[in-house]
């Protein structure tokens, strides 16, 4: 994303250190600027460090379970930045990242990048205790949450979920965080990491906790919570983010017959949701074979996509036929397409355009083969006659290469007399034009403007009464109206004839010294 037009003649450090608050407040609306200085005051800019000759990166710490990367680099004379949070366009992570930056007096380059090979190797001469020492102090709290769990009685086990569940369904009543969405979503963020602690002893019951959560916010979003509007902003619940912690805990299933079952419960419960979509790349698996197990007629077109690679032609084609046409047809033509069936495509357009005439449908077909006049002739007449089809440009390109194309012309006219008046007007049959403009009075000024000298008379007669009319009115805007159509009446009449015109509006208006100034120039 552009961020800031920088100067080449200094480095690309500096140009970064010389940042002020207000070029970094320019680069978006005040709400998101607000959040990211939040996020840089709070501490959220971590391991900030120079990469490259003319790149920057950091981690910011989004919410209790999420951190993002950020970069910030050069490209040309563009200052560019780039957060891999589902945000689009500038996130307030970026801006955090530019305040952080905007504030360092220096900063550090990265050197376990490039020699990571001598941290394992010192490492690797490390005594069990001490590497165990290293753990314990550096480990995250989850990880050692987990493995406190891993042998914990069933009953305790119960009873710590238990709890997670009914917090969730405490904080789901209650009305001021339902009415603050960032909030709403952070404690959300931090359900989601708590129960990944959970997820490999009971992957089922965790799996019903969470569809349930999602379902309750749903269902709350549709009530009317979980979005404010700031006026210049709006504040939101974000459910892709909630989509993407859920499939980072289905990640962490270790049983992977498991997990597929898991993951196949997730999609099928959000195919009902009208907020939560499923991206699937998000669960990145070695092996989606056992995928295969669940897809039938009734699978989404996402996880058809997904699972593409390992269906044949065939499967993939019954696939697809069984959806309404509306929604797959170029998904089958590019199968088609790649597959070498062009009869097949040729033959599926001839069915779908028997149903129901779609120019789009016309359009695909013509790139396959070639029609006779007579049939485009057809296809002409049907698109002019449905309003719903637009098909300018494939009339104007295709009505000289019929026979008869004057009947066309007056059936185009007759249902769409604006594209026809543009029709003509590409064409420069002018008589024709200003013929249409007792049906079309709109577009007499301007046709009068442009063809002036051809019909002087009556455009003589529109510049004097726009200018009469004009005058009936004060302000800057007029003035220059009345300006502009003295240009255009200038050149048809005589000189002295103009001069003493716009002597007299001088004379008479001399009090609108704004007028007066604009006429000068005249």
């Known amino acids: 994303m552009f961020l800031k037009t920088i100067d080449n003649s200094i480095s690309f450090k500096n140009n970064l250190l010389k940042l002020s608050q207000i070029d970094i407040k320019d680069m978006v609306d005040s709400t998101i600027f607000s959040r990211g200085k939040s996020y840089y005051k709070d501490g959220l800019v971590l391991d900030l460090k120079q990469e490259k000759e003319n790149e920057m990166r950091a981690r910011v710490k989004g919410s ?102 009914s917090s969730i369904k405490l904080d789901m009543s209650d009305e001021e965080l339902l009415y603050s969405p960032e909030k709403f979503q952070e404690k959300i963020s931090e359900y989601m990491e708590n129960l990944k602690v959970f997820v490999n002893r009971n ?192 009339i104007y390109e295709n009505i000289k290469k019929v026979e008869k194309k004057e009947e066309l012309e007056k059936l185009w006219e007759e249902k769409r007399i604006y594209d026809y008046y543009t029709y003509l007007e590409k064409e420069q049959r002018v008589e024709e034009m200003y013929l249409l403009l007792k049906k079309l009075p709109n577009k007499r000024e301007a046709f009068l403007k442009k063809y002036k000298e051809r019909y002087k008379k009556e455009a003589i007669e529109l510049f004097q009464q726009e200018i009469k009319k004009n005058l009936k009115t004060t302000g800057n805007e007029y003035y220059k109206k009345i300006a502009e159509y003295l240009s255009h009446l200038k050149p048809l009449i005589e000189a002295d004839e103009f001069d003493t015109m716009v002597h007299n509006f001088k004379s008479e208006y001399k009090r609108r010294r704004n007028f007066v100034a604009i006429l000068e120039k005249k």
């Open 203 to 394: 992957p089922d019951e965790v799996l019903e906790i969470v569809i349930d959560l999602a379902d309750e916010i749903d269902a709350k979003q549709e009530e009317g919570y979980l979005w404010i509007d700031h006026y210049h902003s709006e504040e939101y619940f974000d459910f892709d983010i909630l989509s993407t912690e859920i499939m980072a805990l289905i990640e962490k299933i270790e049983d992977k017959k498991k997990q597929i079952e898991i993951f196949v419960k997730f999609t099928e419960s959000s195919a009902n949701s009208s907020y939560m979509s499923v991206n699937y790349s998000d669960l990145e698996l070695e092996d989606k074979t056992p995928l295969l197990a669940y897809f039938d007629k009734n699978s989404s077109l996402k996880l058809y996509h997904y699972l593409a690679e390992l269906l044949s032609f065939e499967e993939k084609e019954k696939f697809l036929l069984e959806y309404e046409s509306n929604y797959i047809y170029s998904d089958l033509l590019d199968l088609y397409k790649v597959y070498n069936k062009k009869e097949r495509a040729i033959d599926y357009l001839e069915e779908l355009l028997a149903e129901k005439f779609q120019l789009e449908y016309v359009q695909k077909l013509l790139e396959l083969t070639d029609i006779s006049t007579q049939r485009l002739r057809v296809f002409i007449l049907l698109t002019i006659e449905d309003r719903r089809s637009g098909g300018f440009d494939f």
């Open 64 to 165: 209790y379970a999420y951190s993002y990367m950020v970069k910030i680099y050069k490209e040309g004379n563009g200052l560019k930045g780039y957060c891999d949070c589902p945000h689009d366009g500038i996130c307030k992570h970026i801006i955090a990242m530019l305040l952080t930056i905007k504030n360092a007096k220096e900063f550090s380059e990265s050197i376990v990048l490039t020699h990571g090979d001598r941290v394992i190797t010192h490492l690797e001469s490390f005594s069990k205790r001490k590497l165990i020492n290293l753990v314990m102090e550096f480990a995250p709290e989850n990880f050692k949450k987990e493995i406190i769990l891993k042998d914990t009685p069933i009953e305790e086990f119960n009873i710590r979920i238990n709890e997670i569940a």
